[in-house]
C-alpha cells in the first residue's frame, strides 16, 4: 500500500471517528431534554408503562393549550402561566437595573485609575461568597418594611443584587480588552468624559455587551431559593417555584410537570440558541481574562 | 293628602335607612386576611377556594386570601414570616407537632379565652388538645387525620384472603403469600423518605408494638422495647423483599401512586386516599380499596398514629377578630360535614350524623381506629430538630448502614445537641 | 470609599484631569453599588450579628457568645460529614465538567458537518433552569417509570428495575451526573472561546519541531487555555460548594443524609431546627471555605498573569 492512500485512510478514520464523536456528544445532550419534551406530550397512561413506550401512543400538545388557555384559577396549567409572567418580568426588570447599573461600574473600573478600585472590584464579588441561606431571614423583613414581599419589585430588586456584581466583573474585562486609544482620539476631537463611555467605549464593547445580557437574562430566570422563601402567591412566584412545589405535591402528573419544565426552559434555551454565536464570540473577546 | 304624607313618611324611611347604615351605624371596614395554607392531603385546594368563597359572601367586608404550598414548605414558610414578628399571615395551619415551638417562638396566640363552651362540649377532646401547650390553647383543630390501612380487596381475593389483616405479622404473612403467587412484586409499601412522613409511619408502628418514642419528661424510649421492635420490623419487611424498597424515596403523595396503580396491596395513609384512590379518574384499582384500622403489632395493642393539623392565629395579625371568625367558620361542624370525604370532622356527633358527606365505611372505620390514636411527641420544643436526626437514624437502620441497636443509640447520644 | 485619584492614567486624562474623571466614577460606581449592596448589605451585617449569638426561635433572649456557635459547628461530626460531602461533590463534578468540557471544546474546534448546529445544542443544557433540569433527572431516574431503569432493561444491562435514589451514595452520584449535564457546556464555551484564538502557526512550529499530536496538545493546546481553566475552576468550584437547588430538588438531602451539603445543613439548621445563630455562623463558614479557595486561585492566576 502506497504512502498517499494510508494517509487518506487515516485521514478518512479521522473524519469518521470526528463524526462519530459528534453524533455521540449530540445525542448525550440532547437526549434528556427530548424525553422530558416527550414526555410533556404523551398521554397520563404511557408514562407509566412498563416496558416503557418511548414513542406515547397517544400524542398531544394538550397540556400546553391548558396552560396557555385555562381559566381554572386552582389548576396548576393556570399556576405555571401566571409564574411564566412573572419569571419573564423578573428577568427584564433585573437585567435592565442591572445593566444601567452595572455597565458603567465595570467601565470605570477598567478605565480609570484610583485608590482601591481593585479592592472595589473584589467587594462587588463578596456577595457571591455567602449562600443565600445566610441572608434570606433578614431579606424577609427588609422586603416587609418596603412593602415588597411576595412582589416582582421585590424579587428584581435581590437578583439586581447578584446579576449587577456579575456585570460589572464580566464587563470590566471587555473594557480592559478593549483598545484605550479609540477613546483617546475621541477625547482629542473635544468629546466628554461621559459622551467618550457612551459614543465610542460601549458601542467597542457590543459583543461583551450581548453576551452580559444573555447572562444576566438566564441568571435571574434560573433563581429558586429567594424566590421560593420570598414569594407565596401567584402575584410574584416564579416558574422555578411553581415546578418545584408542582412536583412536590402531586406526584402522579408527570405530563404537567414535564409540560411546565419545557415552557419554563423555552425562553432561555431560544435566547441561547438565537444569541450562540455572541456567547463564545463574547467570551473570547475578553471574560476569559476576568 | 294623607298619600302624600305617607309618601313623604316613606322617603324619610329610606333616606333615614341609608343614612344609617352608611354612616351612623358605622360600616364595618373593608378587612384582607392571609391565610396560609398546604396542598397536599385533607383538603383539596379547590374545596378550600370554595369554602373560603362562602365565607367572602357571608362576611363581605372581609376578604380572604388564601395561599398554598406544599406540605413540605409549610413549616420554613411560616417561621419566615412569623419570626420577623410582622408576618404577613393572619391565620397559619399548623401540624401538631408545631405548636410548643411555635409558642415558645412567640408565633401563634394563646387562644384559650376563645374557645366557646359549645367548642368545649362538641369537639372530641384529645384532637382539641393538638394544639395545647401546658394549659395553653393555641389553635383549633381544622383537619382530623389519622393513619390507615388501605388494601386492594382483588389481590387479597385472588391469594384467598377475605378480611383485612389484624396484626403486623398476619399481614407479612399475606403480603409473602401475594409476593410467591407473583399477585404483586412488593406488596406494601410505605412513606419512608427522608422527611417527616418516615417519623409518621415509625411512629404508628411503634405504638402498635407498645413502644414509646420520647417519655413526656423528655427521656428516650425509642431505643428500648417496643420501639426496637418496630425498627427492626420494617429491616425485615426490606429483607423479606414484601416492602417496596422504593419506599425509602417516597412521600405520602408516592405511596397514592403506587397504590392507586395497582402496584401494591396495602399501604399506610391519610384518610384522602380513600376517596381518591376510588376515583376511576386519579386511580386504576378504584372501587377495589377497602379501608381498615391499623394492625397491631400484638395482640390488642392497636394504636394509631395522629396526624391532624389546626388553625392558629398569627401573633402578628391586625385583625383578630375577622381572623377569628374564619377559624370558626371553617372549623365549624357544618363546614366540616360538607366536605367530610377530604378529612372527617372534629365534632363528636358529626360522625353519626346523617349529612356527614362521606363514605359510611370511613367514618365507621374512624370511629374504631381512633379508640386508641396517639400523636408524635409533640410536647417537645425541640421536636422539629430531633425528627431531622431521626429520620437520618432510621434510614440509616433501613439501609444496614447501622444495626438498629447502634443507629438508636447514636440518636440518644445525638439528643443532647438537639435539646440545645 | 475614598475615591481620590492616586494615579490618574497620565495619558487618557492628560486634557481635562481630576475634577471630571472623578464625577464620573462617582456617577457611574454609586448607582452599581446602591443596587449590589442596598437590599443585602443589613442582612449581610446582620447575619454576622446573629452568628456571635445564641439566637434560636425557641428560647427567650439573645445572648452573645463569641465565637461559640463556630466552634461547636466545628465539632460537629455532623457538619464535617456534610463539608466532606460538598468537597467530594465539588471536586467530582468540577472535575468532570473540566474533561467532558475540554473533550466538547476540542470537538467543537474541529471541521465537521453539522458543526455549527452542534455548537447550537450543546447550549441546551447550560440554558434549562436548574430546577427543571433536577426535576428532569429525578424522572429519569425515578425508580417505577424512569426512562434510564427502561433503557437498561431494554438493552439488557439490568435485571430488575433500580432504586437509584434509595442508596445514599448513589444517589449523590445522580445529582453529580445531572449536575455536570447542565454545567459541562458552559465549561466547554469558555474552553472553546480559547482555542479559537491560538494561532494555527503555534501547532505548524510544533510539527515542524517534531511534536505529535500528544505534544501539540501538552506543549501548545493546554498552555493557551490555562486561562479558561481557571475561570471554570473558580466559578464551578465557588458554585459547586455552594449548591443547594438541585439536591433539594433531587433527594432533599436524602436518602440519609447521603445528599446533604453544607448549603442544605444550614439551611435545616436554620428553618427546621430554629437555631438562627448557628444557622449563620454555617452560612459564614462556608463564605471562609470559599475565600480559601478563591484566594488559592487568585494565586494562581497571578502567576499565571506574570509568567
Redesign the interface.
Known sequence: MSGPTQARLRKAGR?LG??L??LL??AF??A??A??VI?SIAGPSD??E???R?WPAHAGLGRYLTVLTTTD??SAAYTFRRALINSSAVAFGTTV??L???V??G???A??????RQA?TIF?LS??????????????????LLGQ??SVVGLI??Y??FV??FV?WIMRGYFTAVP?EI??AA??DGC???ET?WRVGLPLATPGLVTTIIFAI?LA??E??YA??LT??LRAKT???A???F??????D?GM??TG?VM??LP??I???IL?KY??QG??AG???? | MVKRSLAVLVVMAVVLSIALTSGCAKKPQPVTLQMITMKQAAYSDAHISEMVKKFNEANPNITVQVTFVPYESLHDKIVTDLASGQGQYDVVLVDEIWPAEFAASNMVQDITARITPEMKAGVNPALLDILRVGDKYYGIPWILDTKFLFYNKNMLAKAGYTAAPKTWDELVTMAKTLKAKKICDFPIVWSWAQAEAIMCDYAQLVYSYGGDIIAPDGTAKFNQGGALDALKFMIKTLKDGVTNPNSLTYLEEDVRQVFSEGKAAFCLNWTYVYALANDPASSKVAGQVAIAPTPAGKPGTAVGVSGSMGLSLAKSTKHPEEAWKLIVFLTSEANQKLYASDSLPIWKAALDAPDLNAPKELAATLRVQYQAVKGRPQFVIWYNAFSTKAQVALQQALLGKATPEAAMSQLVKDMDSVKK | MSLRLSSPNPRLLRTRVGREERRLIVAFLVPALLVTFGVVLIPLLEALWISFHRYSLTTPGRPFIGLANYSSALVDPGFWAATWRTVYFTLVSTGLELVLGLMIALLLNERFVGRGLLRALVLVPWALPTIVNGMMWRWIFNADYGALNAILLQLGLIKDYQAWLSSPWVAMNCVIFADVWKMTPLVAMLLLANLQVIPAELYEAASIDGAGPLGRFRYVTLPSIRSGILVSLVTRTIEAFKVFDIIFIMTRSGPANGTQTIAYYAYTETFTALQFGKGAALSYLIAVFITLLALVYFRLIREEVQA
Open positions: 473524519r470526528l463524526h464523536a459528534a456528544a449530540g445532550i440532547l434528556p431534554f424525553w422530558l414526555s408514562l407509566l412498563r416496558p416503557l418511548w384559577v386552582n437595573l442591572s444601567v447599573t452595572g458603567p461600574a467601565y470605570v473600573l478605565r480609570s485609575r484610583f485608590r482601591g472595589l462587588f456577595t457571591y461568597l455567602l449562600p443565600p441561606i445566610a441572608l434570606i431571614v433578614a431579606l424577609y423583613v427588609i422586603l416587609s414581599r411576595d430588586l435581590v439586581s443584587s449587577t456584581p460589572v484605550v477613546e483617546e477625547r482629542i466628554s468624559r461621559f463611555f438566564l430566570w434560573d429558586f431559593f421560593l422563601i407565596s402567591s416558574i422555578s417555584v415546578i418545584a412545589e412536583s412536590g405535591q402531586h406526584m402522579i408527570y410537570i414535564a419544565g419554563a426552559a432561555p434555551v435566547i441561547a440558541l450562540q456567547i463564545v467570551l473570547t471574560a476569559v481574562k476576568g
